[in-house]
């Protein structure tokens, strides 16, 4: 249980940094990271496995660089269900995508330093 709940706050600390740094969203931002951060977990629990199979040929022939698009996609699709919870935010596709290689990256480091 503990190990999930850091795994939340390293997401919620990785996507307060995207909030704040890369879309420039400095009110709300704290809830609007927690419940984006609950968001990513379902659909990469639910829809990620359904859509990787689904796309598997073209990531074969793309030698698995079309997993970043889709993961890059599935980062929109959150932050539209985000967008629908009523934390409208103008953030443009380009932005949305700078955010996931953040997002990554910080979520990356801090994984591997806790």
Do not use: E
């Not at 935010?89 to 997002?103: K, M, N, P, T």
């Amino acid at each position: 249980m503990s190990g999930m709940l850091i795994r939340l706050a390293i997401h919620v600390v990785s996507l307060l940094v995207v909030f704040y740094f890369i879309w420039n969203v400095h009110s709300g931002f704290f809830v609007a990271a927690v419940i984006m951060a609950l968001i990513l977990a379902l659909v990469n629990a639910v829809i990620k496995p359904i859509v990787l199979i689904l796309t598997l040929p073209i990531s074969i022939l793309t030698l698995g660089l079309f997993v970043v698009v889709i993961n890059i996609l599935l980062f929109a699709l959150s932050f539209a269900v985000l967008n629908a919870f009523g934390y409208h935010f103008d953030i443009s596709f380009g932005r949305i995508a700078l955010g996931w290689l953040v997002y990554v990256l910080i979520s990356t480091v801090l994984t591997r330093v806790i």
